[in-house]
């Protein structure tokens, strides 16, 4: 997905590899206490360059610890992070541990391009719920979350620092919703029993509408949102029905969803390990991991009969049975990298990459062995593609140019545990400037919210 207001870059969908089953996890708060974190590694000791990187250049990023973000030191577990369109201003959430007074509670902090400024309290927040947070290019955030009693849906003013209002219910909850922002607003999808409830949020008129986002009304049902820069939103809405998996996909053009294309989905693969990719032309790029890794075009706006195009398989390697974990971006010239981990056997989990500049996918590339795939992310306005990965205790960076089938890899000197390099650990934003900024959660020994920053 182009991924210019997931936070500018790096906190698109964010997953681990603890087993070959698990999709997404995060270690326990127990988990981090006990595991060894936060020595910087010896500048003495040499990268993994060389064939197990692809043929990667490696050189090292300068990371340094910034500050102490969680002013209580109460956080316990799931953070989100998001900047504005410059990369001036940043703001982060997370969530903190159950009181003799209460909660669990939601917390912010924005940092203003000079210090991380009052912390705010957000709401009540579900332990192990989801939690997302994006940002749009006129200073608007939106954060979306679970709460003890269903979902919440919250706006922050960059320019004020602070939360507009009170933050709205949703009733049903978050899990299996989504949240994507554009240029001046942002798209809300979240399963409902009605079907499926995709708000737009118009800033002039100050409210949440709703738009008609036509897919059946079945229960068990995942959704998933991409943009693509010009205000254009792609969905994807995985559902069961009758003992039978489908795929429903649409297009929002800025007032309207097109025509949904539907097709079966393999049963093998649930609902939220497809990935969708929003190109310049409004048309999907739909990918999954089952025997290998697929990738296919539909184009919901065209007629039925022809929204789908050819399956393209560019790894058939991985037996049957085995989980992968995928990704993709777009950039704004509608160039694709996709992303995957491969366990090929029980002890080896290696990233692989695939390519497209418009002459087709290039052949699946290895980085290298994995812990943990951290991110994967785009600077729009370079269409630099970034990817983070925890690698035997340590965070590396790989950059790319979207154009090129070149990566640089980049030792952040930061090691840790891999529970405290997953996805609900660890958050990352890639700047316009080429930086990119960090908020960890337990990283350090003595546990909390740190922010760090990278420059590559």
């Known amino acids: 997905m182009h991924e210019r207001t997931k936070s500018v870059a790096l906190v698109g969908a964010i997953a681990c590899a603890a087993t070959a089953a698990v999709l997404a996890c995060g270690g326990s708060s127990n988990d981090r206490d006990q595991a060894e974190a936060g020595a910087t590694r010896d500048a003495n000791e040499p990268l993994d360059g060389g064939p197990s990187d692809g043929g990667a250049d490696a050189r090292r990023a300068t990371c340094t610890q910034k500050s102490r973000v969680d002013m209580d030191g109460s956080a316990d577990e799931a953070i989100a992070f998001a900047a504005t ?23 912010a902090r924005m940092f203003d391009g000079t ?20 940002a749009d290019d006129a200073g608007g955030g939106y954060a979306q979350w679970s709460d003890l009693v269903g979902g919440r849906r919250a706006l922050f003013d960059f320019d004020a620092g602070a939360f507009d209002a009170e933050a709205l219910p949703i009733p049903p909850g978050t899990r299996g919703a989504d949240l994507v ?3 001046a607003g942002a798209i809300s999808a979240y399963p409902a029993e009605a079907g499926v409830v995709a708000q737009a949020w118009n800033a002039g008129a100050g409210v949440w509408e709703d738009t008609a986002l036509d897919v059946p009304r079945v229960p068990r049902v995942h959704v998933q949102l991409a943009e693509n820069g010009t205000g254009h939103v792609g969905a994807l809405v995985a559902f069961t029905d009758r003992g039978y998996g489908y795929l429903a996909l649409s297009v929002y053009d800025g007032s309207s969803w097109s025509a949904t294309a539907v097709m079966e989905r393999p049963m093998s693969v649930i609902g939220d390990r497809f990935r969708i990719g929003l190109m310049p032309d409004d048309t999907i790029l739909l990918l999954w991991p089952d025997e ?12 039925r009969g022809s929204q789908l195009g050819a399956l393209q398989t560019l790894d058939t390697r991985v037996p049957p049975g ?8 777009v950039d704004a010239q509608g160039r694709a990298t996709v992303v995957w981990m491969e366990r090929r056997t029980s002890d080896e989990v290696t990233i692989m990459v695939s390519r497209n500049a418009g002459a087709g996918w290039s052949a699946p590339r290895a980085l290298g062995a994995v812990n943990h ?10 269409n630099v593609v970034m990817l983070a990965m925890a690698r035997a205790g340590r965070l590396v960076f790989f950059r790319g140019d979207a154009a090129a089938d070149a990566w640089t890899m980049l030792d952040a000197d930061m090691s840790a545990s891999a529970s405290q390099l997953d996805g609900r650990s660890m958050r990352l934003v890639f700047l316009p400037d080429g930086s ?3 908020v960890s959660l337990g990283l350090l020994p003595a546990g909390g919210v740190y922010s760090f920053s990278c420059r590559l």
Request: hydrophobic share 45%; proline share 8%; aromatic share 6%.
């Open 181 to 183: 922002a554009f240029p």
């Open 85 to 107: 369109a410059s990369g001036s201003k940043v703001l982060a959430v997370w969530g903190d541990a159950p009181t003799r007074d209460g909660g669990p509670r939601l917390h």
């Open 322 to 329: 085995i989980a992968l974990i995928s990704e993709i971006v």
């Open 436 to 438: 990119i900024s960090i």
């Open 292 to 303: 290998g890794v697929t990738v296919l075009r539909v184009d919901p706006k065209v007629p």
């Open 115 to 134: 210090s991380w400024l009052e912390q705010l309290d957000v709401g009540s927040f579900s332990r192990g719920g989801p939690l997302t947070l994006v």
């Open 373 to 382: 795939l951290v991110g994967l992310g785009l600077d729009a306005s370079s």
